[in-house]
């Protein structure tokens, strides 16, 4: 991943891909607290490369950065256009986006407070998290070993680099046994969400997603449900069980790099039909037109790279 042509914006400034390095005592990289996005620009019908919901994104990066009490150096504004930029400049028609705020090397130890917020952005292509195929035919998941995060243990309205150790196990654990994503349950054993995805379920005709409590405040789950409302479905936000998943009709995850993603089996019980759900399908054809700017209602989510 580091050894590529293109460029980075660091720091205010466009850096070659292999020179955008920090030191091995850079703070956050010793303690994980720093804040990052994940974001994505698609190709699309008439405003060219777009960034989905960038202002969201950004929005974000900056609540997170709020939370954990990091100063940021520069204004939304800069930061819109430095994710415009690396699109541009590294010549993407569709891009992954990761933007991330770090604690810099100025000093070491817990009771650093000399320490600076540097800033990255990064993009590069990447087209499908999972197997192109995993869009219709779904996915198999498993309830994960490991526990969602509790709010006073870490800030889980933060995007925040620390709080991927917990992801990254439970997918590890996820993988190792033949499934292709962890549902991890909160500190209740309510579900909570995936390694890095919302949580959807629909039973009867509604749709169900866990309260935000435990999981991340995602951009695809409020896409997902300004689409279901104005396609007049009811959207449920509640505590849901790992039984009422087995016994769901559909089930699908939501983020900006799984997408819109049907599950098919959950800890060996088929979910529904077994396959990618009508109420499921909809709505990811309502989010990829979305993405690919086919939604004229939603022209709004799209922040065009040219200048
Ligand atoms: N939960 C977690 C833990 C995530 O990492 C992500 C990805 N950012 C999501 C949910 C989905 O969020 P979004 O739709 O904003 O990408």
């Known amino acids: ?49 777009s960034i989905f919901r960038l202002q969201e994104h950004t929005d974000r990066l900056f609540r997170s950065a709020h939370i954990l ?8 504004d800069v930061l819109n256009e430095a994710q415009k930029s690396v699109v541009r400049e590294n010549n993407l028609d569709e891009a992954y986006l990761r933007p991330m705020c770090f604690l810099g090397s100025e000093g070491m130890g817990l009771r650093a407070d000399n320490l600076n917020t540097h800033v990255m952005v990064a993009s590069w292509d990447w087209p499908s998290y999972m197997d192109p195929e995993a869009k219709e035919i779904g996915i198999k998941i498993r309830t994960s ?31 190792q046994s033949g499934c292709d994503e962890a549902l991890l349950l909160d500190n209740e054993g309510y579900v909570a969400e995936g390694s ?83 109420i499921t399908e909809e709505l990811q054809t309502a989010y990829f037109d979305s993405v690919q700017g086919k939604l004229e209602t939603h022209y709004d989510w799209l922040a065009p790279v040219a200048k």
């Open 196 to 278: 890095g995805e919302n949580f959807f379920m629909v039973y009867n005709g509604i749709i169900y997603t866990p309260e935000l409590t435990s999981c991340l405040d995602g951009i695809t789950r409020a896409t997902i449900f300004q689409l279901a409302q104005e396609r007049g479905y009811e959207i449920r936000e509640k505590r849901i069980t790992r039984d009422e998943v087995y016994v769901a009709d559909e089930a699908f995850f939501t983020g900006t790099a799984a997408e819109v993603l049907p599950i098919r089996e959950l800890d060996g019980r088929v979910i529904g039909s077994g396959r990618r759900g009508p």
């Open 1 to 49: 991943m580091a050894d590529r042509d293109g460029v980075i914006w660091l720091d205010g400034e466009m850096v070659p891909w292999r020179e955008a390095k920090v030191h091995v005592l850079t703070h956050t990289f010793h303690y994980g607290l720093g804040v990052f996005e994940g974001v994505r620009a698609y190709k699309t019908a008439n405003h060219g490369t």
């Open 145 to 175: 070993s490991y526990t969602r995060h509790h709010v006073n243990i870490t800030m889980c309205k933060a995007k925040a680099n620390g709080n991927y150790i917990n992801s990254i196990l439970a997918l590890r654990e996820a993988l």
């Open 69 to 76: 009490g990091m100063d940021m150096p520069f204004s939304k």
